[in-house]
């Protein structure tokens, strides 16, 4: 065994993707390719009452205008997540009904995109407009219903056991609060972009970054009624998703089509603009949380009532209590979820859908207990740790969530600190520290993979699984080179092609944990083939059958004893600020995460992982948020200059470390992903130590410097 998972290996893809070698989607260039420009609603609800696309058509270079008098033709697809998804149920240019501001209402295609672009402003509208509502506030509730069939009914976010309110009544001790969050953009650095290219009007090939190639691949199968077979998904290269490109949006449905009619190689490219409407985001949440515990803290009862939105076009539900029966154990449960229609655009997954905002409200009102009961926070935790996932009643497979807090806590020297809130000062600033816990779902699916084994000894790996920034083609070189016994330069990876095998979602943190079984088993089995036992072995075979390579492609997927466990990764994090409250100001200036994520694959790549997700958690507790403006109901946000995320300067140092052991019951490696964990918790980590820096506790995110003068 050459012991290559686990070690740190720089990515694969780096140098290509510096040097701007790396082709993203709307990189490709097609002879005879034309541009396409969006044409969007400048109300939020209402009507088109008249559209004129007269002008636009005689504008330089045009091709072609669509509009709802004359959509390109689409069929509606199975919706359903697993076989073929569109975010929007709705197909584009339906009607003449307008349901959130910025909607797709037009498409325009001309020689250049600076033509189409042109031409796009110049196509007058009339509408019947009406008061758009996009203030969560004013919005009737009802119950929350599953996006995704019966096995993932859980997302409903309704559970019960015990009698929550027996709990609270014999509790000593009790919190109850209501933390909000805010609308966020996932803001990928890659903007959403397509190339649509039609063979004859039968057959498409796509570009198009896509988490789910196989996915995209049905999905416009059954867009345009044409086999699966007869489309190709190409994704190479992602710049970042966050889930925002698991399927095709509206604009790559019209992009498609209208390439169908036009007979042309067609590229549309979403701007930063349009994608505040039209490329998802994270619904804005207010939840109910109250806790009820002894005296000595154990817990007595948890309710988590949570209420989020969704678009007249789509129903997501942010699952915001799918953590709540997870963390903590207790006799009495209760959660439940509620949903309300604004006039906005489809949300939907964003990094740690669910867990990131349902943590907020979980660690913050834990933290709001521990201050009560005066017990430290850490042995709060502790003290109600489960060993079971009382919604699935199973136990955990390999859980070190005590491991994570104990480590982190000596890391942090979580010792010294003080037992009172304001009661540090370091440079005339006030100083607190804070801490929360970290988790999300240890989730897999069946993939399969294709290996080469040539002559001159080196390897070729394939599958449909791509690589959305994460480290996917690093991730598969070293289960390859572990699994042959070579070095990982030997192993050339090609990914995010419909025409490779199944590889699975880069979504739901599972593409290492689904991927490198498949690897492995596809790697013993090319030896096997060679009916040999090492890579030389077969290399002489090939000269003596003066064949060029031998080849295998092997699937798998989690086994029937699986499912006798629960899968969830732990994590605790620790927090550090400085607070001037004369003008608001705060600074975080230390941070240590301890993450339990069963094996490690690639030291490096999930060190920067956790880094990422928790840089990305401190802009959801400090900046994210998209306004709707009431008048118009527009999102008032433009770019990323007027979407604040952290930079360099927000960012310290984040020292991030890794405990536990390989969950074997979950795979034959033993990992269970790393992309989404860091991020939950982060904001809790944050407000718990601004509680113990300031006293004052803000249960509203984004905190900005108002809230802490
Ligand atoms: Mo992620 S929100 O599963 O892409």
């Known amino acids: 065994m050459n012991q290559v998972v686990g070690t740190s290996v720089t990515r694969k893809d780096g140098f290509a993707k510096v040097t701007g070698q790396a082709t993203y989607s709307a990189e490709h260039a097609i002879p005879e390719m034309v541009h396409g420009y969006l044409v969007t609603s400048a109300i939020a609800n209402g009507r088109i009452q008249a559209i004129n696309p007269s002008a636009a058509k005689q504008a330089p270079g045009v091709q072609a205008v669509f509009t709802h008098h004359n959509p390109p033709q689409v069929y509606q697809p199975d919706n359903n997540f697993i076989n073929s998804k569109i975010y929007e149920s709705r197909l584009p ?28 402003h110049l196509i007058q509208v009339e509408y019947e407009a009406e008061p758009p509502l996009v203030d969560a506030k004013e919005a009737n509730y009802e119950p929350a219903t599953s996006m995704f069939g019966e096995e993932m009914v859980f997302r409903k976010g309704e559970f019960a056991t015990g009698d929550i309110k027996t709990g609270i009544n014999e509790a000593a001790v009790s919190v109850e609060a209501v933390y909000e969050t805010a609308t966020e953009l996932q803001s990928p650095m890659e903007p959403h972009a397509i190339i649509a290219h039609w063979h004859d009007g039968e057959s498409l ?34 710049g970042g998703a966050f889930g925002s490109k698991t399927c095709p949006w509206s604009h790559s449905i019209l992009c498609a089509a209208a390439a169908r009619e036009i007979q042309r190689p067609l590229k549309l490219v979403v701007t930063r603009r349009q994608m505040t409407a039209n490329t998802g985001h994270r619904s804005e949440t ?48 209760f959660t439940q979820q509620d949903i309300t229609v604004l006039n906005v655009g489809v949300p939907t997954f964003m990094r740690a859908p669910g867990e990131t905002p349902g943590m907020w409200a979980l660690e913050s009102a834990m933290d709001e ?83 080469q084994l040539c002559g001159d000894g080196k390897v070729k790996v394939m599958t449909s699984g791509n690589d959305i920034g994460t480290g996917s083609y690093t991730m598969v070189a070293m289960t390859a080179a572990e699994a042959l016994g070579i070095s990982v330069d030997h192993i050339q990876v090609e990914l995010g092609d419909s025409n490779f095998p199944n590889g699975g979602v880069a979504g739901g943190s599972m593409m290492t944990a689904s991927l490198a079984p498949a690897v492995t088993e596809a790697c013993q089995q090319v030896l096997e083939n060679a009916k040999s036992r090492t890579v030389s ?9 003066g064949q060029d390579y031998f080849e295998a492609t092997a699937t798998a997927s989690p086994s029937e004893e699986s499912k006798q466990w629960a899968f969830q990764s732990w994590g ?29 694959m690639n030291a490096k790549a999930a060190a920067s992982q956790v880094r990422g997700a928790v840089t990305m958690g401190i802009g959801d507790a400090l900046m994210e948020a998209c306004h709707f403006d009431p008048e118009t109901g527009y999102p008032v946000v ?21 405990v536990g052991e390989p969950d074997l019951n979950f795979n034959s490696l033993g990992v269970r992903g790393v992309g989404e964990i860091g991020i939950t918790g982060v904001a809790a980590a944050v407000g718990n130590a601004i509680y113990h820096a300031t006293g004052k506790r803000i249960r509203q995110l984004p905190i900005t410097p108002d809230q802490l003068m």
């Not at 939840?287 to 678009?311: D, R, V």
């Open 369 to 451: 207990l521990a201050w009560k009961l005066n017990i430290d926070p850490i042995e709060l935790r502790l003290k109600n740790e489960t060993t079971e996932h009382q919604r699935k009643g199973l136990p955990f497979s390999a859980k070190h969530f005590a491991d994570c807090l104990k480590v982190g806590a000596e890391r942090f020297g979580w010792q010294n600190r003080s037992l009172q809130p304001r009661a540090q000062y370091r440079e005339g600033k006030l100083v607190g520290w804070g801490m929360a816990a970290a988790t999300f779902p240890g989730n897999r699916i069946g993939t399969s993979v294709t290996v």
């Open 537 to 545: 072995e077969a290399c002489s075979q090939l000269q003596q059958l």
């Open 572 to 600: 605790a994090h620790f927090c550090e600020v400085m607070v001037d409250e004369e003008i608001g100001q705060l600074q975080i200036t230390r941070w240590v995460s301890v993450m339990n994520i069963g094996q490690v």
């Open 286 to 333: 207010e939840q109910t949380l109250q806790l009820a515990a002894t005296a000595e803290g154990t817990l007595l009862g948890i309710s988590h009532y949570a209420k989020s939105c969704t678009s007249p076009v789509e129903v997501f539900n942010e699952p915001c209590t799918s953590v709540t029966p997870v963390m903590y154990a207790s006799p009495n449960l």
């Open 93 to 120: 240019l339906s009607d003449d009904k307008i349901h959130y501001g910025g909607q797709i209402i037009g498409l325009v295609v001309a020689e250049t995109w600076e033509q189409a672009r042109e031409a796009a």
């Open 638 to 658: 433009y770019d990323l200059a007027t979407y604040h995320i952290p930079v360099n300067a927000d960012i310290p140092r984040i020292d991030v470390t890794f």
């Open 205 to 238: 090939t796509v570009y198009e970054p896509s988490q789910y190639v196989k996915g995209s691949q049905r999905t416009y199968g059954q867009l345009f009624n044409i086999p699966a077979e007869n489309v190709r998904v190409i994704t190479p290269y992602i």
